[in-house]
């Protein structure tokens, strides 16, 4: 495994992090701190949480899996999502509960402690905010940065990030303090970034934390024409959402690591290895965010963070990218 800090904060944290979505979702928690276990095991350390993952179940899974290893684990959570009361702007219903985007210093400093009550740990060693204001009047980045900026200074928080901003947004959250990180939604799939925060971030030394990077499982190559997902599977009928899931995209998807069949042995890896290895090539993305439903899906993904593609696999790989191109 390789590591890498997070901006200017001091701290290492690893390529390949894991992300804890389905920590919050999954019924089993014996199996969800297995899976936590065996990344640990393998050199992840890096692990991205929020108390939206299962209305603070993610949290308090991963507080009580870390018990014993803390110094193992850099825990990155998020603030900002609040479904307490009805303070900030409407963000839709989710599970039947109202929930709202609130970036107030009052509300964030609740939410802060909250998180480290349920991570049952002294601070947090990245705080991002989840989603930027929908109503930026009633919260001005200043007051929010601000805040951020205290916690940092208070010994509350080690380093601070910023997730699903625009360009414009992080470059104001820079006016009123240090990011250390940002985190968006790239992959081979969602290509954008490379034109805006990857190059940005990595000339002004903040990490890029990528979610979705295996798009929800279309990127190990185990998601198959025939596949069935079960009935309370989101990605069931994803389609519109989703595009790659519709079997036309993904038969050209499939295709296309047909041809990868060479790199694959070359590398001794698997496809989900090979993505996360271009993934982080280079100046793209600093960590490599990927959920894991299993101890295995958590070891395999944590071996992709050990294989340093050559210039000219990682360009041909890009080449055959830009043929699949976008989906219909
Ligand atoms: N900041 C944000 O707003 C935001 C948004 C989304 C996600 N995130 C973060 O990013 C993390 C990762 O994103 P994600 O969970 O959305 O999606 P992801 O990492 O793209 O996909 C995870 C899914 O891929 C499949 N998978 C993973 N590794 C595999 C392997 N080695 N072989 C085969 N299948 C494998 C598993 O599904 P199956 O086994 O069921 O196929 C798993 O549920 C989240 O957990 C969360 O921490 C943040």
């Known amino acids: ?32 701190i297995r899976v936590i276990h065996a990344a640990l095991d393998a050199g992840i350390t890096l692990i991205d949480t929020a108390p939206s993952y299962g209305w603070g179940r993610a949290e308090e899974i991963l507080g009580r899996a870390i018990r014993g290893r803390r110094e193992q684990a850099v825990i990155g959570t998020k603030c900002g999502i609040w479904w307490a009361d009805a303070r900030g702007s409407f963000n839709g219903q989710k599970e039947g509960r109202d929930t709202y985007i609130c970036l107030q210093a009052e509300t964030m400093r609740l939410e802060v402690e909250a998180s480290l009550k349920r991570l049952n740990i002294e601070a947090i060693d990245l705080l991002q905010v989840h989603k930027p204001a929908i109503e930026p009047q009633l919260t001005p980045i200043e007051e929010t940065m601000g805040c951020l900026m205290d916690l940092k200074r208070e010994g509350k928080v080690r380093a601070i990030g910023v997730s699903n901003v625009t360009m414009e947004q992080l470059g104001c959250y820079q006016t009123y303090g240090n990011l250390d990180t940002q985190q968006c939604h790239y992959n081979m799939l969602n290509r954008g970034p490379e034109r805006t925060f990857l190059p940005y971030c990595h000339g002004q030394n903040i990490a890029s934390l990528t979610y979705t990077s295996l798009e929800q499982g279309l990127l190990t190559g185990k998601v198959t024409l025939d596949r069935e997902f079960d009935p309370e599977d989101f990605r069931r009928d994803v389609g519109e959402w989703m595009p790659w899931f519709k079997p036309q995209n993904l038969a050209r998807l499939l295709s296309t690591f047909t041809g990868w069949q060479e790199l694959l042995e070359h590398y001794q890896c698997s496809i ?30 944590a071996a992709g963070g050990d294989i340093v593609l050559s210039d000219a696999d990682a360009a041909r790989i890009t080449t055959d990218l830009d043929q699949l191109g976008a989906p219909n």
Not at 4 to 10: A, E, V, Y
Not at 11 to 23: C, Y
Not at 274 to 301: D, K, M, P, Y
Request: glycine residues 12%.
């Open 272 to 301: 989900a290895q090979l993505v996360i290895a271009w993934t982080a090539f280079e100046s793209r993305a600093s960590h490599v965010l990927c959920g894991s439903r299993s101890a295995q899906q958590a070891l395999e993904n």
């Open 1 to 32: 495994m390789q590591y890498r800090s997070l901006g200017g904060s001091g701290i290492d944290a690893s390529r390949v992090g894991l992300g804890t979505w389905l920590t919050g979702v999954e019924a089993d928690e014996r199996a969800s």
